[in-house]
C-alpha cells in the first residue's frame, strides 16, 4: 500500500488536470525546499564570513545527499511539527544531527543561523510557488494558443448570442472564442507578475536580523541569487500583500477558465450541440453519452478557488512582528490553491485543444427561432417608414408568424427585403473588427513579455 506522503492526490488529481503538479506541491516537496533554503543559507553565510566556508562546503553536500536520496521521514518530521507548530523545528534538528555525524567537524550552530523557522518556511513557499506556477504559466499559455486558433478559424463564423439565457443577436464563435483568449492572457500576465516579484525571507526572529549583524542584508541578497527568488526589500513576516496578491492572480486565473468551462459545457449540450470536445467522456449506465469531461473538470476544479482566496485574502491580519494563526493558515491553502488552479488551466488547454467546432448546427439553432433574432434589424428598417415601427415588430414576435409572412409589416416591407434582413451574417456588427482587435492585443503582449 502507498505511504501517505505518495498517494496525496492520486486519485482526484489527474481527473482534475494536476498530476504534473502533485509532486511539485508534495509534502516530500516541501521537505525538499526547505532543506534546499537551509544549504544557500549556510553558503550565503559563508560568502559574508559569518561562518566558515568548509562549514558551508559540508552543509551543502550533506543537505545535497538527504534531497537525493529522500531520507527524511516526511510522517514522522509531520509528528514531531505539532509539538512546535510548524516542521521546521524538528528539520532544524534532525539536519544538524546529520551534519555532527559527519567527520567534518561542523558545528550545528552553523546550521539555521540567523534565522527563524518563518524565514525558512516562506522561503520554501517561494520556491514552490515559483515552480509549481511555471507549470501553470505553460499550460496558461497552451490555452490561450488554442483559444487563438479558434478564433482565427471561425472569425465569421455566425452563432446566436445569448444573453439572460435567451438568444440576443448574431456574433461569430470567433468572437466568442477571442473573449476567452484574451482573459487568459491577462490572466497570464497577471500570474507571471506575482510570481516573478516573490521574494527570499530572512528577518530572524523578530524582523531585524539582529543575530546575523551587520551582515543579515548582505546575507538575504545572496540566499535570494542563490534559491533564484527576487531580493527581499524588508523582510516581509507580517506583511503579506505579496502572497495576497499571488492567490488573486490564480483566482483570477481560475475564474476566466470557469468562464469558458461554464460556456463549453452549454455549448456542448445535446440540444445545442454547437461543439464537442475531441476526446469527450463516456459513462458507466448511458452508452450514448459524450461529456465534455474536460472542461467539466476544470469547471469543477475552479469553482474551488474562491474559498481558498478568500482565506488568503481573511488571513493578511498577521499581528505585530508575527502572527499566532494566520501565518499557518496560508500553508496548504495556497498549495491547494496552485494545484486546483493549475488543473483547472490544464484541462481547459485540453479542451480548447481538441475542440469541435459544429457550424451547421450554429445555422440551424439561428433559425430556431424563424427569424425573430433579427427582429432589432426589421424594426430599424421598418422605422424609416412608420414612427409605430418597434410595437409593429412586437406584435408580429408575439403572433407566432415568420416576420417575412407577417401582414403588418408587409404592408411596408417587401418579403424578400425582410427575408435579406434576417440573415444573421449580414448583422455581425464589427465582429471581425473586434477578433482582429484582440489577436493584435495578445500579440502585443507576448512582444511586450520577450
Not at 521537505?31 to 544549504?39: H, I, K, L, S
Not at 516526511?74 to 532544524?92: E, F, H, Q, S, T
Not at 492572457?185 to 506575482?194: C, E, I, K, N, T
Not at 530572524?204 to 542584508?217: E, F, I, M, Q
Amino acid at each position: 500500500m502507498n505511504s501517505p506522503e505518495t498517494s496525496r492526490g492520486a486519485l482526484f488529481d489527474p481527473t482534475f488536470g494536476a498530476g504534473e503538479l502533485s509532486a511539485l506541491l508534495s509534502d516530500r516537496a516541501w521537505v525538499t525546499a526547505m532543506v534546499e533554503v537551509e544549504g544557500a543559507l549556510a553558503r550565503a553565510e559563508a560568502k559574508c564570513g559569518v561562518i566558515p566556508a568548509a562549514s558551508a562546503d559540508a552543509i551543502s553536500s550533506v543537505f545535497a545527499r538527504i534531497v537525493a536520496d529522500g531520507s527524511v521521514d516526511v510522517g514522522a518530521l509531520g509528528d514531531a511539527a505539532a509539538a512546535g507548530g510548524n516542521p521546521v523545528i524538528p528539520l532544524v534538528k534532525l539536519l544538524r544531527s546529520e551534519v555532527a555525524a559527519t567527520e567534518a567537524g561542523v558545528p550545528g550552530g552553523h546550521v539555521h543561523k540567523g534565522a527563524t523557522s518563518q524565514d525558512i518556511l516562506d522561503t520554501a513557499l517561494m520556491l514552490l510557488c515559483r515552480r509549481s506556477g511555471a507549470h501553470v504559466l505553460a499550460s496558461l499559455d497552451e490555452a490561450v494558443l488554442c483559444a487563438e486558433a479558434l478564433s482565427r478559424a471561425q472569425r465569421g463564423t455566425p452563432i446566436a448570442g445569448r444573453t439572460l439565457g435567451q438568444q440576443a443577436l448574431p456574433t461569430t464563435f470567433g468572437v466568442l472564442a477571442a473573449g476567452w483568449m484574451t482573459a487568459l492572457h491577462r490572466a497570464s500576465r497577471a500570474l507571471f507578475d506575482a510570481l516573478d516579484g516573490l521574494p527570499v525571507q530572512l528577518g530572524g526572529a523578530a524582523g531585524t536580523s539582529a543575530a546575523l549583524y551587520p551582515h543579515g542584508l548582505d546575507v538575504a541578497d545572496i540566499l535570494a541569487d542563490e534559491l533564484g527568488l527576487a531580493r527581499q526589500d524588508v523582510p516581509w513576516h507580517t506583511d503579506r500583500t505579496r502572497i495576497a496578491l499571488l492567490a488573486s492572480a490564480l483566482g483570477t486565473a481560475a475564474g476566466a477558465v470557469s468562464k469558458i468551462a461554464t460556456d463549453l459545457v452549454f455549448l456542448s449540450s445535446t440540444e445545442v450541440a454547437e461543439v464537442s470536445e475531441g476526446s469527450p467522456g463516456g459513462s458507466s449506465a448511458m452508452p450514448h453519452k459524450r461529456n465534455p469531461v474536460a472542461a467539466i473538470a476544470a469547471r469543477a476544479a475552479a469553482r474551488r478557488t474562491p474559498g481558498l482566496v478568500a482565506t488568503i485574502l481573511g488571513s493578511m491580519d498577521h499581528e505585530q512582528q508575527r502572527a499566532a494563526g494566520p501565518w499557518h493558515a496560508e500553508w496548504e491553502t495556497l498549495t491547494d490553491l496552485l494545484r486546483l488552479t493549475g488543473g483547472a488551466v490544464a484541462r481547459i488547454a485540453d479542451s480548447l485543444g481538441g475542440l469541435n467546432v459544429h457550424p451547421d448546427a450554429m445555422a440551424r439553432n439561428l433559425d430556431i427561432t424563424g427569424g425573430l433574432l433579427l427582429a432589432e434589424r426589421v424594426t430599424g428598417a421598418l422605422s424609416a417608414h412608420t414612427d409605430n415601427a418597434r410595437d409593429l415588430v412586437t406584435a408580429a414576435c408575439r403572433s407566432g408568424h415568420r416576420l417575412d409572412e407577417d401582414p403588418g409589416l408587409l404592408e411596408y416591407l417587401p418579403a424578400d427585403e425582410i427575408r435579406a434582413l434576417l440573415d444573421p451574417a449580414g448583422y455581425l456588427g464589427h465582429a471581425h473588427d473586434i477578433v482582429d482587435r484582440a489577436l493584435d492585443t495578445v500579440a502585443r503582449g507576448r512582444e511586450g513579455t520577450r
